[in-house]
């Protein structure tokens, strides 16, 4: 176990209003990730980071932001969440070839509704 | 063009037989990786296996094997004596080159796996 806790679990949250999610891991991994996950799209990269203070975009970027002022937290911010961004919310840290459990470990999620 | 393609949106399979799952890739790094995820309909994500581009043989872990055709871009995945519990959606995915952008996955649109007793 990777200690990867995300918060919430699950939001319900109007649309026009800014959401922060929250990912906190406890093994001082220096990447990490978020990924959102759509039916019929898998996993797609929002943003990632590669230190304290160094992140980048992903693929589907536009209308979140990101920071990282701690190596163990790492926040998503939806800056005015809209109806498109319901989703499901994946918080990723990676491991070097040669590590146990070499790959990607994954938070439980959160489960993000804009009504 | 899409970087990861599972043509089997859904597949079913009898209780103990055997099961292989498609994915092909497209991408000129010579070196990658590619993995296997597993996501019960409990949501979390389970690595399986992992298969590198410089690798000589297939990889396997326990039940899983993948196939890996180099030449043809395709490494799918086998899943021996199917059990009940394999029931879900698999996810094949890739990391491309070895520098600090190689760090991201890219995932294709999994395949919804159900065993039949």
């Known amino acids: 176990d990777a200690g990867i806790t995300q918060s919430p679990r699950h939001k319900v949250t109007e649309t026009g209003t800014p959401v922060t999610l929250r990912c906190h891991q406890t093994?001082?991994?220096?990447?990490m990730y978020w990924y959102r996950q759509d039916p019929g799209h898998g996993l797609r990269l929002i943003h990632y980071?590669?230190?304290?203070?160094?992140?980048d975009k992903g693929e589907v970027s536009d209308g979140y932001s990101v920071s990282r002022s701690k190596t163990e937290d790492f926040l998503l911010t939806l800056e005015s969440a809209t109806s498109s961004q319901t989703s499901v919310y994946f918080c990723?840290?990676?491991?070097?070839?040669?590590?146990?459990?070499?790959?990607?470990?994954f938070g439980s999620g959160t489960r993000l509704t804009v009504v | 063009a899409q970087k990861i393609t599972q043509t089997q949106p859904g597949m079913f399979v009898q209780e103990k037989e055997a099961v292989t799952l498609d994915c092909t890739y497209d991408t000129s790094d010579p070196s990658y990786g590619l993995f296997w995820y597993k996501q019960p309909s409990s949501g979390e994500m389970i690595f399986l296996i992992y298969q590198g581009s410089y690798d000589q043989q297939n990889a396997t872990e326990g039940r899983y094997s993948l196939n890996f055709q180099k030449a043809r871009k395709s490494a799918n995945l086998v899943i021996s004596a199917s059990q009940l519990g394999d029931s879900a959606m698999y996810f094949c995915a890739m990391r491309e080159g070895s520098g600090a952008g190689s760090y991201q996955l890219t995932f294709g649109k999994g395949t919804k796996l159900s065993v039949i007793p």
């Open positions: 093994e001082n991994h220096r990447y």
């Open positions: 980071s590669y230190g304290v203070k160094d992140t």
């Open positions: 990723a840290i990676s491991r070097d070839r040669g590590s146990k459990n070499y790959g990607y470990t």
